[in-house]
């Protein structure tokens, strides 16, 4: 068995940890460092409950290394909001009523960030093909479609920055404002 | 799930790639690239290598790029940045398109060319794809560089031509810029993986087929090349009419006893799909035809 130190940065902020070789992504998140909005459900790279970026991609961290991440800049779901202030994604889902147990939700959101940073203004079918590699059990999809495409709207419109600053906030001009507190 | 124990290095050249297989090769040793089909298969327990290699970091191995009549593409390039390089898609265009219906964004954020390659799953999508763009596999071991071409490629399910001290470093495609290509996929309803992809890559001169290469998955227990529909198609157009004649003799010279046939899909269901795919990837085929030739 081969322990390796590494160093994951997380929503921005730095962690070193050791780490047996076999430790995956998921559990170095949940289980070492205390992340546990990522989910865990299928356990075999089906269900994208545990979807994470990683330098800024979507990928499923139960099928990655803890040690093939040494360096790598992650991002879960709690580096989504700016504070208290939620990122249009996740005011998008609580709109729509785009989640109903919930459990899919934090890796719904991961893969649609990266979906509207690629594509701002998806269809309704882009969103769909986007979103295969993440399942629900419970909503029927359709309230998830809506929730992307009233995320777009506002991103694209600029009403809420990727951080979460809504129109009507007084500090919505404030340059400042409009990064989610990723540093990249 | 947790994978066995192991022992875990990382290669950060081709060179320390080789040096590191040599050192190991007394043990169960597994290179490691995208890992989106050994760590699934060491999680379920089918895999339990004593040693990892990760390769996936060599920086070498990243990258698409055009040399002079040839699409280079590194190993460890992952689908996603592939498919986000122009060239791949105007140079490989059967090939880019297979790369589009590989598993899911998460999977091509992370899975790797070479990796698929080298993995020679019988039910991916690349196999057909690399014999329809006559692909050059470049491996790399303790004897120097090496070139191998696609149709040597492909020895069975997850064989190939690669010797255990080798690794692939990079795939070279020639240019089929001129070309109309595309990629049709009968995906398994449960895994997504292929149960028949057909992809074809055709060259027209004034409206008559010259060439026409079609590679298939899913099929036999390793990537085929339809040579019965490649030879139909050429000198003919690229037709409602012709395509139907060409995708009628797809199963002409494969041997119906080397049909896979398992809980997904029996010989016959495939014998039925490999007919309908190849018709439906040879008339995309056509539908891309005409917007390249206006470029
Ligand atoms: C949910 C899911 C869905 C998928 N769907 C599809 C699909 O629809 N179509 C499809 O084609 N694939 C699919 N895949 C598989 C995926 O494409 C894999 O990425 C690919 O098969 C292997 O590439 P990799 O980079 O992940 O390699 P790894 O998993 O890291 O390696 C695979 C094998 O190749 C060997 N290897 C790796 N790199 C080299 C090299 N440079 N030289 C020599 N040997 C090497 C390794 O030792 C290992 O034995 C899916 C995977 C998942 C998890
Ligand atoms: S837990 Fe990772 S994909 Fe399901
Ligand atoms: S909300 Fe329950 S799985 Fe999606």
Known sequence: MTEHDITLTVNGTEHDLTVEARTLLAHALRDELGYTGTNIGCESSLCGACTVHLDGEAVKSCTALAVQADGAEIRTVEGLADGDELHAIQRAFQEEHGLQCGYCTPGMMMTSVELLKENPNPTREEIREGLEGNLCRCTGYQNIVNAVENAAESLRSGAVADGGTVADDPTADDPTTTDGGESK | ?295
């Not at chain 2, 255990?164 to 070309?179: C, K, Q």
């Not at chain 2, 079609?214 to 009419?241: F, K, T």
């Open chain 2, 1 to 295: 799930m947790f994978p066995d124990e192991f022992d875990y290095y990382e290669a950060t050249s081709v060179d320390e790639a080789i040096d590191l297989l040599a050192e190991h090769s007394g043990a169960e040793t597994e290179l490691l690239a995208g890992g989106h089909s050994l760590l699934p298969a060491m999680k379920s327990g089918l895999s339990s290598p004593d040693v990892l290699i990760d390769v996936g970091g060599i920086d070498d191995l990243h990258g698409v790029s055009v040399d002079g009549d040839t699409l280079v593409v590194g190993a460890m390039t992952s689908y996603s940045d592939l498919l986000d390089a122009d060239a791949a898609h105007k140079h490989a265009p059967a090939f880019a398109a297979a790369v589009g219906q590989v598993g899911d964004e998460q999977v091509r954020n992370r899975g790797t060319i070479g990796g698929n390659l080298a993995h020679a799953d019988p039910a991916s999508d690349l196999p057909g794809a690399a014999l329809a763009s006559d692909a050059t596999i470049v491996a790399e071991g303790p004897n120097g560089e090496r070139e191998i071409p696609i149709d040597d490629y492909f020895f069975g399910m997850y064989a190939t031509a690669l010797d255990p001290g080798e690794l692939v470093t990079r795939v070279e495609i020639p240019s089929a810029a001129g070309a109309a290509g595309a990629y049709a996929k009968k995906p398994s309803p449960s895994s997504g993986y292929a149960m028949v992809g057909i992809a074809a890559l055709v060259e027209t001169d004034g409206g008559t087929v010259t060439s026409a290469r079609v590679g298939a998955n899913g099929v036999l227990d390793h990537g085929v090349r339809l040579e019965a529909v490649e030879e139909a198609l050429v000198g003919g157009s690229l037709d409602q009419e012709s395509i139907e004649a060409a995708a009628a003799v797809a199963t002409d010279g494969i041997d119906e006893a080397m049909m896979m046939s398992d809980l997904q899909a029996s010989a016959e269901f495939r014998a039925t799909l490999l007919e309908a795919y190849t018709k439906r990837a040879l008339r995309a085929t056509a539908e891309n035809a005409a917007p390249r030739a206006a470029d």
